[in-house]
Structure formats: C-alpha cells, structure tokens
C-alpha cells in the first residue's frame, strides 16, 4: 500500500475540527489578553490538598487501586456523588445508577453510542457547547437546533420540532450555559419538561457548572419533572480540577446496563486511583468554602466585565447577565459578523470566541463568546476597552 | 413515557457480556484458586516510587499538569515512548505520532472509530483477546476470523481471507499472545507481512507483554516490515501498574490527525496528571531492573505451571510453552467442552477461563485459558493438581 490518504470511516467525516483549539493558537502568545479560554481559573485548583490526598492514597490503599477496577467506577465516590444530589438539588439519585467517566466529555460519547443510530434526531439548544456538537457528529445524528436565550429554550420551536421530527435525545445545559451563560427560568424548565414527558426522548440535562452560581436563585434540575427521562451528566473539573478528566452519568435504571457496556468496550475503566484521591479529597475538605471562594471571584470577574463593556461598548451591543459560571455572551447588531471582528481585535491582540461553533448550521453570525473565569479585572477593563474601540471603529 | 425497556443503537446489540466478568464473580470467595484472572501481579506495583513520583509532580507543575490539557498527550512522555521503540525494537517512531490513550483498549475503540464502518471486514486472529472482540464490535464489522498457534498466523488462511474479503483492519497480538501465550515466529512474521503488504488493510500490532519474556528471542515488529500499515498498541498496564489507565497508539502520520479528532470527541484528553506521574517515575527508577523482576516471577511461575500439569494433567492434554506474558492455553482432546470441565472445577474451587470468548463464531470448544501471572508456585501445584483429579474423572 502506497503511503496515501487512508480511507477513513464516515462517522468522522462530519465531526468539526475543534474551531477552539485553532483560536487558542493565537492566544500562545502572552501579550494577548484572551476571553477565548474555556477553562476554570488554575489558581484556584487545590493543589497541596491533592497533594496530601493523593499521599494518604497510596498509604492506605496503593495495591488496590493501582490494579484494574471495575467500570461503574468507585462505590465510595459515586455515594459521594448520590449525596450530594440529595443535599443540594433534593433528587434521589441510587449510586447504583452512576458511572463515572474521563470527564463529562466521555459521558456524551456514551449516551450517544448506547443511543444513537446514523440518521435519528437528535434536538439541541442553540447556541450550543461545542464539545457536545463534536461528540454528538461521531454518530451522524440528525441535528434539530432549538433557539435559547433569557428566557431559556424557546418551548414554541420546542413543540414544533419534537412533533415534527420525534427526536431520540434532546442536550441542555440549563444552568449557566455554554456558551451564553444564559439558565432555563422555572417556568420555562416545567413547559419544556411537560412537552418532553409526552415524547419518547431522553433529555441530558449536562451541569458542568451548576455550582458555580454567584447571584440569582436556583431551579429545579429536569430529573425532578422527568425522573424516568433524565440522564444527568455532572464533572468535578470546574468544580475541584480538570486534569484529573472525571465526570459521571446518572441514568435511569433502564439504560445503565447498556452504558456500562460501552463504557467497557470503550476504556475498561476510569482510573481509581485519581477517583480515590478525589474521594479522599471531598472527605477531608470543605467543598462548599471551596466553592464559595471560587464563586466571589468569578462573580467578581462577571460584574466588572459587564461594567467595563457598559462602559466601552457601543450601545448597540447587548450581552447576557449570566447568575453563574463562566462565560457571558454578546451580540452584535444583525448583519455584522463576529468572526470579522475576531481578526481585527486579534490584530490589537484582544481575543474571544466568535459564535459560530456553537451553531449547527448557521455561518458568520453576530453574536461571541467571552470567558471571565480566567482573567483578572484590570486585565478584563483593559480588554475590553481596546474591543470596545474594535467595535466603535467597525 | 412509561419506564419500559430504552430503544437502544444497533451497534450495541452485538456486543458481548464480560464473560470473564461474569466469572470473575465466582472467583470473590477467597478459598478460590484462581487461574482465570488476566490482571498483572499487584506485589510489582512500585507504590511508593509512584509516591514519591507523584509528590513531585505535585510540587513542580501542579497547577499546569491538573489545567485542561492537549489532546495528543503530554510531549515529554510521547518522547519517552519514542526512544524506548528506538532502544528496545530498532524501531523510529515520530513522538508526533504517538497518542496518549487510556489504556489501550481506549486506543482499540478510537481505531475502530476512526477506521470502521458497519460491515467492514475485520481480520482477527482466533483464538483472540476478548477485550478486543468487544470494543470493534461496537462498530459492527464482519469478523474475519484466522486461526492462530504455536507456527504464528496460519497464512494459508490469511491468505484465503485476504483475498476473499477484503479486509479493511487486521488484528494480531505477536507478542505472548492473550489468551495462548504464543507468539508469532520470525519467518511467519516476514510471511504475514508479505501478504499484508499487497492489501489496502492496516494491522493493528498490540502489544501489552512484549517486555515481559522470560526466555527466547525476540522477533521484529511488524512496523519494520510494513511501516505505512503497522498501528502500534502499547501500554504501561503489564510493566507498572494498570490502574493509572495509560496506553498509547503509535499510528501512520497518514491517520495520525483523524485519531486525534476521535480521541477529541470521545473524551477530550487522558489525564496529564498521572502521564506526569508516570514519567517522573520512569526518568527516576530503572525500568528494566524492575521488568527483570517481574519476568524472573512469572518465569518461575509459569515454569511451575508447565511442571504440575505435566504431572498432573492426563497425557492427552496438550499444552502451550510461552516465552513470556501472563497466559499458558490448554487443548482438551477433541470432543471435550472446557465449559463443562470449568463447572467440575469450580465445585472444587479451581477457576480459569474455559475458550470460549476467545472465539468469534464457535461454541463448546475444548481449550482453556490459564493465568499464571497471579499465582504463587505452591498455590500452582495445589491447583493444578486438582484440575487434574477433575480431568482424570472425566
């Protein structure tokens, strides 16, 4: 065989490069200020409580989790997990339906090959996280967009699209979305979660930053509305650290088995040993103080890039009002492309996401994602005013 | 929608059950002699080493090495890889080439991702890892089997199979192989290639125990013969310790990027923390002061094997003499089930893994997998010796 290009199977031929990945190489350079990141602040990662836990692990019980485990993962940590769920979101979750997995990423990975077949629906707010949209094209869904905004999923497009294409799953992230920041209303949650009880989809309710809230008053998950339809996917890695790549699925019993099995044939297993360390972590910290110092920085962060763009931005830009998380959202006035803008702010050396990986099939639209997790808020007020001259000369 | 039985994809209807797991459920009463488990000897795992190596880590990069990290995996580690193919195989491999995996089941799962489509033909050695039955059948291809033994790949029937069918992927473990514990000889290495040669078809090399021989010569890799075609499968489960989830894939640049958007879309990154971890340990300690201490255990353990069933097994009992790994493989005489003996034995409290798994189409076969890997010499002799009481009486 001579060294041409290999045929390649046709799930991948649809999957978009990682537009993010491309932008972040720009950002390499350390004079740019950059709202593009996705990523939780590392100076708030725990790193000698790690340290002190990952000790006590190998102490206590080295041999054990250094061999092969199972795939559910860790008993002790997805009782953790299950806990949690009570505590703080008043569900009842049995850890006998958890599996943890590399991050939440690998948990859409999981429920779309237990799932999806080639060509099933598969209903998707939008904008909508990208890594979702990636994992997702694997298995050459058929996408059905459904617009989000302040007043969460948009229930009239919503009836529409689940009686029109009778979709297999729908994805949301309905607490501080990405990209948006917007969160799903009460009112809003319990029409989208009545139009859904009455279709055969499994709805993925994907909480990476749920709590990460620093204003504003939360709402009920979808498992309360649709216990039997909700697949919850949570992740430690905006919460405790990413590197360590774990998340995990909380199912309804019917489908656990089946994740199960592709969790196997896909990886075996999660490490334990990192699941051990989180475990030990958890137990010998207080992950609310924790949070708590994270959610006043970021809530920080949130408020002074919202003054500094009151302040720079034209009056024609609105942005979101985010109660959590990690991104706000802006919008420019129609007709104007984000992605233009992106090269010549880039050239000022001011970058950020321009909203078109987060749209199924649109192009060039005029909406953009910015990050305040991990920029300080002088450096927020001097970003953002070189892209509110950006903006006035554009 | 009521709580019934979830619309599961076609790809995971085929997909078989852990046969082993199921077995590895009898084997949790502690007075069970064990010879089915496939799990490396946890007394080698260098605990404290790790310790220590991960308190540096800790120490050094902490912050960066617990961030997001880059898909391919971390450069350091891929360079490690790359001069120990050189040192150890005579073998030049690009770190640019080189994908961090979790395992290398992960790296099956992503080849078969980026390479099958349903109904593809996939070449198989037989009887072959069961692991590896399980991640491709995710993808549906038509299982090519061809048979192996103690002469390598029986190239008559790759030939046959080759030209009939086309196939788009091969499958080989060379080395010690899972479940016989032979390994390919060098002239049929140079007869298989040949004829790989002339295909359109990629071979997957897998190769968990290559460094774990305990006598004979090694034959060259089926990247010195087929370069554009070979796909390395490496790991560090079976020479440090398992549980840390660390494979590789060494592909063709021509595939490299595709197995990369795979590895993206499934699970974003393995974790950098323990690939640090990993690589502290392997720049500190002598990595092959410690595999000569493994290699001298299973060595004895498996010599101990070979001798109790000579003394104990009836003489029709043929059995296999591997140059390494973990696995010996038994032949019952023809018309015997090992199904049917492992029941006997199991009353007893002998346990090992009956051919079955092994095998894509057939059932009831008449040979058996025995792990000597987990087993002390005294626990061998006790064990085989009753496995041949139960043979003698049936």
Known sequence: MDSVQPIIADRLRDVPRSFIREILKVTLDPEVISFAGGLPNRKFFPVEALREASDRVYRERGEAVLQYGNSEGLLDLREYIAERYAEKQGLTIDPATILITNGSQQGLDLISKTLLNEGDGLLIEEPGYLGAIQAFSIYRPRFLPVPVGDGGMDVEALEETLSSADPRLIYTVPNFQNPSGISYPKANRKAVAELVASSGAYLIEDNPYGELRFKGESAASFARYLPEQTILLGSFSKVVAPGFRLGWIAAPQALYEKLLIAKQASDLHTTHFTQAVILEYLRHNNLD????????????????????????????????DPDGG????????????ALDLFEEAAKRKVVFVPGDPFYISRERVNSLRLNFSCVDEETIERGIAVLGEVMHRF
Chains 1, 2 share one sequence.
């Open 289 to 320: 103080d924790h949070l708590a110092t994270i959610c006043k920085a970021y809530g920080d962060q949130c408020r002074a890039m919202r003054q500094s763009i009151a302040s720079h931005f034209p009056s024609t830009i609105s942005c979101t």
């Open 326 to 337: 990690m991104f706000l959202w802006a919008r420019l006035p129609e007709g104007m492309a």
